[in-house]
């Protein structure tokens, strides 16, 4: 017991361990703010596996992502780890976001945020952490949508953060 | 008469835009544009493609120069499961082929990259560790480094005199006593061991599993010194081994003996000389046997002796004896745990083994899949090359393995302790022993250079893997992911991403640039540029051409267009020396109707060419929507209505013809825009009133005088009330937002929200 917990920690230094993998360590967060509805609408796209990874370590348990293993309540355990991982300043202001769903596609899942009620956007900060911890070459890219305004911030370890002044 | 009417029309188109130049530059304020070089997409790539010569041909063949060198091996082999450390001599026969002379020989010990002064941790620009295990952290931080690397105890000459040699790292030069001519051998001998590392450790493509009782998994490689490759193209491939881009290897025969525990099970490269000896009686039958077994696969060690035999703890020991033909590398794996299955398959007459073998903890997968994946392997990548020339394919189960040696393969896949597993973990087993056993045709046969070109075999392997898999299981692989799983990385963030054709060592994003980009525009090509008809025979002629010697990848770009009578050079520009990406969108579509009175751009041409309204030709002309010169009723009106076009069908044609003609009632201006770097084919879905679909697909070519946006008129009986670019997905187009007209003023997301609430 104690020597498989140890292989699942060694798991962790060593992400990149196989010559076959078709991988790259990057997410991408598209955000649209659409003046008419008031909304900033936000899709975010992670690897399963790789969250996967990352849960089942919080958890301590195999969540079984997409799967038809998968644990009943697994909702619940995306939205924690967005509240913790993905945080979002509007005009100075922290905001939290509704989880309108996800989606799995392939090797992807993505998540449907919104924040509502914001009448007028002055700036717009990013914050996205997710998978950092567990995967050393991790980048999250931010691609920001305003009227005609296009931005696009890469995000990594060292440089979590993207701000937006308008 | 028609005839004439046709040259009168090109005559003024002709003109017509002749004139157009004209007037343009004259209204352009004079500044002399700077000259430049051919910048054009679709030129060839003589700038980047070596010159060919007698080695390596015009054509993509190898040359009636071509030389290869042979290097045979006579090996012993000791390992001591008790230390964890493998003893090895050797007898090396090198024979000169090339015709140059040689005056020292380079050898790979790749063994020391694991060395305790080896420069690859050195290079490493990396921050602190997320965590440190207790091994990690005395690593790092202690000064106890892994002992590994190799000991070389001799190297002797034929007569036992002891040979000068010098070790760079993880390169021996061997001084010749004399040059080595030209057709002459070289026979040497080297003794060496080295201790084997733990691979769930300090990683590694061989190394050992310890299991919770003690017990061993040993998958050997990388495990003696190996000649390096003296070719046509690089001379001697001696660039360092940092642990990342693989191997370079000449051809040759290998005889190898192999002492192990008592109570091992081994297999390796190559077939088994004394299989009584190292089998029980009911194994070797059982062995013998399986060589009929087409069908399904049977035990050889069967999961009872296997259990039984990780219970006990051998001292005594048996020497396994193998012979390797015409293989570039040899490897084996060993260990008391082992199961071994086997199934024969039958490639056009010839049969081939398909072994797998694999811990307990394999299974429920490894004996439901695991050797029928690698028969599905080896028959679908003969059909797509040529026939498997070696008696066996094995596949080895090994945790968080995916590695690949001729005939032999190490991969990854192991259920929960509780059996169960998922989809994924499925899929993932499956898709590596499917990439790790192609990997026997590429690079192991079709013998490209892994340490300077990654793509060459991880890429086209992994192109001929997406094929595969689709046929071991469509519902698992789908075809439809590809090329579209490339996007994400070619819309990224362009300080990550290099050229395709940069050195394995030095790319960001390893998997991605080196195996799922070129793979996916091998997939491209082949389903969308060439065809698979097309492709599929110059790809089977390239695989047929370099089979058993060593390709560039300039002997792939040449012989796949030289064998298929298609101009490829802008994909492999784009594709393979960029890092360009492909975005076409559809800009605008304007709507024309059919008009027999001149339109004010036909009164300017007559202008222009000094005649008169009159004087234009009989002529139909298209007015646009949006043009003042259109006028509501025009919408009704159709081509036959006018009595020009009337006459001229009754005057040219029989009836037979004219049951034929069909007039078409709309037209449209179509406008596409490239806001990618990449040229593609436009394929474009048209979608009319009444629900029916066409398809049209204009080829890359079309970008080639204007590489922004291009205008098409496409006319049809029925109104068009949706246009899709790129439909399916096949060319990789980054963003598909502007794919479709009209517009989709929806966004995902919204979609997403409706569909969400509605569900």
Redesign the interface.
């Given at each position: 017991m104690k020597l498989k917990k140890l292989y699942f920690f060694l798991l962790l230094s060593i992400p990149l361990f196989a010559f076959t993998m078709h991988k790259y360590y990057v997410s991408l967060c598209e955000i649209e703010y659409v003046e008419d509805q008031k909304s900033i609408q936000i899709i975010l796209g992670l690897f399963i596996d790789d969250l996967e990874f990352t849960l089942n370590k919080d958890a301590k348990k195999n969540l079984y992502l997409a799967s038809t293993e998968e644990v009943q309540n697994i909702d619940a355990y995306y939205k924690e780890y967005l509240n913790n991982h993905f945080k979002v300043v509007v005009n100075n202001k922290a905001q939290n976001f509704n989880f309108i769903g996800k989606e799995y596609d392939g090797d992807i899942v993505r998540f449907y945020l919104e924040i509502t009620d914001i009448k007028e956007l002055k700036s717009l900060q990013i914050t996205n952490t997710s998978l950092f911890r567990d995967f050393e070459n991790q980048q999250n890219i931010i691609k920001i949508k305003v009227n005609k305004f296009n931005k696009t911030f890469y995000l990594d370890k060292n440089n979590p953060k993207g701000l937006l002044n308008f | 008469m028609k005839k004439l009417f046709f040259i009168a029309i090109s005559l003024f188109l002709i003109s017509s835009s002749l004139i157009a130049q004209e007037v343009e530059e004259k209204t352009e304020p004079k500044k002399e544009k700077e000259g430049h070089y051919n910048i054009n997409k679709f030129r060839q790539l003589h700038q980047e493609l070596p010159t060919p010569n007698k080695e390596h041909t015009a054509s993509g063949a190898p040359g009636y120069e071509y030389t290869q060198q042979q290097v045979d091996y006579k090996m012993d082999i000791i390992l001591d499961d008790e230390n964890q450390k493998l003893f090895g001599e050797e007898t090396i026969t090198y024979h000169n082929n090339s015709k140059d002379v040689l005056e020292y020989l380079w050898v790979q010990l790749d063994q020391n990259m694991r060395a305790p002064n080896s420069k690859t941790p050195d290079i490493e620009g990396?921050?602190p560790?997320?965590?440190?295990?207790p091994g990690?952290f005395t690593k790092s931080f202690m000064g106890k480094p892994f002992p590994g690397g190799f000991n070389i105890q001799h190297v002797k000459d034929i007569n036992g005199n002891a040979i000068g040699y010098m070790i760079n790292q993880t390169m021996m030069r061997i001084d010749l006593p004399k040059p080595l001519a030209s057709g002459e051998k070289f026979i040497f001998n080297i003794k060496w061991w080295y201790n084997i590392n733990n691979y769930?450790?300090d990683?590694g493509?061989s190394g050992y599993e310890s299991f919770?009782d003690g017990n061993k998994l040993y998958v050997i490689a990388q495990f003696f010194p190996r000649l390096a490759v003296y070719n046509n193209v690089e001379g001697w491939q001696n660039m360092q081994f940092w642990g990342r881009s693989?191997f370079a290897l000449e051809f040759g025969n290998y005889q190898v003996s192999i002492t192990t525990p008592k109570d091992h099970i081994l297999n390796a490269t190559g077939v088994i000389q004394n299989p009584k000896e190292v089998f029980t009686k009911e194994q070797y039958k059982r062995y013998s046997e399986a060589k009929n077994s087409f069908d399904n696969p049977v035990f050889i060690v069967t999961p009872q002796e296997a259990l039984e035999a990780e219970k006990g703890k051998e001292t005594k020991t048996k020497t396994w004896k193998f012979y390797a033909e015409n293989v570039r590398d040899f490897g084996f794996a060993s260990s008391r745990k082992f199961i071994w299955d086997a199934m024969a398959v039958d490639i056009n007459g010839k049969t081939v083994m398909a072994y797998s073998l694999y811990p307990k903890e394999g299974n429920p997968l490894w004996e439901e899949h695991s050797t029928r994946v690698v028969a599905n392997t080896l028959k679908v990548y003969s059909e797509h090359t040529f026939d498997y020339p070696y008696p066996h394919a094995t596949s080895i189960n090994a945790?968080?393995?995916?590695?690949e040696y001729p005939m032999i393969c190490w991969n990854?896949g192991r259920p929960?302790?509780d059996g169960?597993y998922?989809?994924?973990t499925k899929s993932g087993m499956i898709?590596?022993i499917t990439?790790?056993v192609g990997h026997n045709f590429f690079p192991m046969i079709v013998n490209s250079d892994e340490r300077q070109w990654t793509w060459m075999d991880e890429g086209i392997n992994?192109f001929v893997e997406i094929l595969a898999e689709y046929k071991y299981d469509s519902e698992l692989f789908p075809m439809s992911?590809y090329p579209k799983?490339i996007t994400?990385?070619m819309a990224?963030?362009q300080?990550?991403i290099a050229p395709i054709m940069s050195q394995g060592d030095n790319v960001f994003?390893?998997?991605?640039n080196a195996?799922?980009k070129p793979?996916a525009g091998l997939f491209i090509l082949r389903q969308t540029i060439m065809g698979p008809e097309l492709f599929d025979h110059a790809f089977k002629t390239y695989a047929k051409r370099w089979k058993f010697k060593h390709p560039t990848p300039a002997d792939f770009f040449r012989t796949m267009e030289d064998a298929s009578a298609m101009d490829l050079d802008w994909f492999w520009r784009g594709w393979f020396y960029t890092t360009g990406y492909n975005d076409i969108g559809i800009k605008e579509v304007k709507k024309y109707h059919v008009t027999d009175k001149p339109t004010q751009q036909a009164k300017d041409l007559a202008t222009r060419y000094g005649i008169t309204i009159d004087q234009l030709p009989p002529a139909l002309y298209l007015v646009s929507e949006d043009s003042d010169e259109f006028t509501e009723d025009l919408k009704n009106k159709k081509a036959e209505d006018y009595s020009i076009l009337n006459n001229y069908i009754e005057e040219n044609f029989t009836p037979e013809e004219k049951a034929d003609l069909k007039a078409p009632k709309y037209f449209y201006e179509l406008k596409f825009e490239k806001p990618g770097d990449l040229v593609m084919p436009i394929i474009v879905e048209f979608e009319y009133e009444d629900g029916t679909k066409e398809r049209k697909q204009y080829p890359a070519q079309i970008w080639r005088l204007n590489d922004d946006e291009v205008t098409k008129v496409f006319h049809s009986s029925k109104a068009i009330t949706k246009i899709t670019v790129d439909p399916d997905e096949q060319t990789a187009d980054v963003d598909l937002t502007n794919n479709s007209w009209p517009k989709n003023t929806e966004?995902?997301?919204?979609q997403?929200?409706k569909n969400?609430i509605k569900g």
């Open positions: - | 990396e921050g560790g997320v965590l440190y295990t990690n769930m450790v990683r493509r919770p693989e945790q968080r393995q995916g590695m990854y929960g302790p169960k998922t989809e994924r898709g590596v990439h790790e992994s992911k799983n994400g990385y990224g963030d300080s990550r994003n390893f998997g991605s195996y799922a793979a966004t995902k997301f919204e997403f929200k969400q």
